[in-house]
């Protein structure tokens, strides 16, 4: 299978539509996105809420029939600037067979699985609805009297989710989508020089050694460490960044083929 990887949209149209050009024109069977689909959260938390609600049933919707009905199957996850709460809008996308969702889901994609998990660790921002202590020596970055949510956190550590993503499937073929990047690899790097990923993920794919990982969240990584891939052992793993505010998307194009030969591409 064909197949274009992306994340960190933030909702930007005009990435979208370029997305779904590629798609069409070099024959794509698979989308798969990596987080963040929704704009960014403006005005009194109701106000941002439905301001995505509105995103996802309107323009993303008609976007995902689109494809659909040229045959491109589009599988998604959501992250960390995104509601939690608006989760049963997409459900009742993929009830309509629009749209595969991977957050704790195992999907077909060739002769090879798909698995995705949303939750990233703690962050210096005030929305917390995926966000998550990393283990048990982990601790909150922020104020939690200040901590934004849309519905009641979840409870437990990255590490303690792990041990379902554990099961779902064979990781040996199984690609997986985690919206965070493994810590201290050229995937993870924030403008201050700063490695703000995983250590559960990290651990995870050094332990189970995955053909491939796809990854987003942090947007400049790819600008700040010079590289959009990185290995951990033997897994290949990729962040293709985000450039939403230049106005172009950043992609990987790979087959389920040959998952050793991926393409960047930035239009």
Same mark, same amino acid.
């Given at each position: 299978?064909?197949?274009?990887?992306?994340?960190?949209?933030?909702?930007?149209?005009?990435?979208?539509? +370029? !997305?779904? $050009?590629?798609?069409? #024109?070099?024959?794509? &069977? *698979?989308?798969?996105?990596?987080?963040?689909?929704?704009?960014?959260?403006?005005?009194?938390?109701?106000?941002?809420?439905?301001?995505?609600?509105?995103?996802?049933?309107?323009?993303?919707?008609?976007?995902?029939?689109?494809?659909?009905?040229?045959?491109?199957?589009?599988?998604?996850?959501?992250?960390?600037?995104?509601?939690?709460?608006?989760?049963?809008?997409?459900?009742?996308?993929?009830?309509?067979?629009?749209?595969?969702?991977?957050?704790?889901?195992?999907?077909?994609?060739?002769?090879?699985?798909?698995?995705?998990?949303?939750?990233?660790?703690?962050?210096?921002?005030?929305?917390?609805?995926?966000? +998550? !202590?990393? $283990?048990?020596?982990? #601790?909150?970055?922020? &104020? *939690?009297?200040?901590?934004?949510?849309?519905?009641?956190?979840?409870?437990?550590?990255?590490?303690?989710?792990?041990?379902?993503?554990?099961?779902?499937?064979?990781?040996?073929?199984?690609?997986?989508?985690?919206?965070?990047?493994?810590?201290?690899?050229?995937?993870?790097?924030?403008?201050?020089?700063?490695?703000?990923?995983?250590?559960?993920?990290?651990?995870?794919?050094?332990?189970?050694?995955?053909?491939?990982?796809?990854?987003?969240?942090?947007?400049?990584?790819?600008?700040?460490?010079?590289?959009?891939?990185?290995?951990?052992?033997?897994?290949?793993?990729?962040?293709?960044?985000?450039?939403?505010? +230049?106005?172009?998307?950043?992609?990987?194009?790979?087959?389920?083929?040959?998952?050793?030969?991926?393409?960047?591409?930035?239009?």
């Amino acid at each position: 299978m064909n197949c274009v990887y992306c994340s960190d949209l933030h909702g930007s149209r005009v990435l979208y539509n +370029k !997305l779904g $050009d590629i798609a069409l #024109r070099k024959k794509i &069977d *698979a989308v798969i996105i990596g987080g963040d689909l929704c704009p960014h959260a403006h005005g009194e938390l109701a106000q941002a809420i439905e301001g995505q609600k509105a995103f996802l049933d309107g323009f993303l919707n008609d976007w995902l029939s689109a494809l659909a009905k040229k045959k491109v199957r589009v599988f998604l996850l959501m992250g960390n600037d995104d509601f939690r709460c608006n989760m049963p809008v997409l459900e009742a996308m993929e009830s309509g067979g629009i749209v595969s969702l991977l957050h704790r889901k195992k999907q077909q994609l060739g002769e090879f699985s798909l698995v995705g998990y949303s939750f990233v660790p703690q962050m210096p921002f005030l929305l917390k609805d995926w966000e +998550k !202590l990393d $283990d048990e020596q982990s #601790r909150p970055l922020t &104020d *939690a009297a200040r901590d934004v949510v849309s519905m009641p956190r979840e409870e437990g550590t990255i590490k303690d989710d792990f041990k379902l993503i554990r099961g779902l499937s064979e990781p040996s073929r199984t690609i997986f989508v985690f919206h965070s990047p493994p810590f201290n690899t050229n995937l993870d790097v924030t403008y201050r020089d700063a490695h703000v990923g995983s250590k559960t993920i990290r651990s995870f794919i050094e332990g189970e050694q995955p053909p491939l990982t796809l990854h987003g969240h942090i947007h400049e990584s790819p600008e700040v460490s010079g590289s959009w891939k990185d290995t951990v052992g033997k897994s290949l793993c990729v962040n293709p960044g985000s450039q939403r505010e +230049k106005g172009l998307l950043s992609h990987v194009l790979f087959s389920t083929k040959d998952l050793s030969n991926l393409a960047y591409g930035s239009i």
